[in-house]
């Protein structure tokens, strides 16, 4: 049975770096798209970072790029999502979920497995 959870969520202030962490059971991570994704209340789930099975193959948001680092321990089969300079707007509830194939990589429908999640608020 697959299972992802996230964890590292809290609560800091503008200007703040929080590191997300989602656990793999029951699959790889090394083997699969790993997808960080972000709803905050009243809005659709939207696209934050995306790794490639391949470890050197990534994509972000624009509103991510150059404060948000995804990137994976295989020992661990642990992926990460290392955030700096976090803003207000950056508040959510922060899922995980995989997928076998890279194409799409933005679209939440295409992911096969997600994690409960887990809260990150940004207070200014």
């Known amino acids: 049975q697959v299972q992802l959870v996230e964890s590292g969520g809290g609560s800091v202030q503008a200007g703040g770096s929080l590191r997300l962490s989602c656990v793999a059971t029951g699959l790889s991570l090394s083997r699969n798209v790993v997808g960080w994704f972000r709803q905050s209340p009243g809005n659709e789930r939207k696209f934050v970072a995306a790794l490639a099975w391949r470890g050197d193959v990534t994509a972000y948001d624009d509103s991510v790029k150059g404060r948000f680092t995804i990137s994976r321990d295989n020992a661990k089969n642990t992926v990460y999502l290392q955030m700096t300079n976090l803003k207000p707007e950056d508040t959510a509830v922060y899922y995980c979920?995989?997928?076998?194939?890279?194409?799409?990589?933005?679209?939440?429908?295409?992911?096969?497995?997600w994690g409960p999640g887990t809260q990150v608020t940004v207070s200014s």
């Open positions: 979920a995989t997928d076998q194939l890279w194409g799409a990589y933005a679209s939440p429908n295409k992911y096969d497995f």
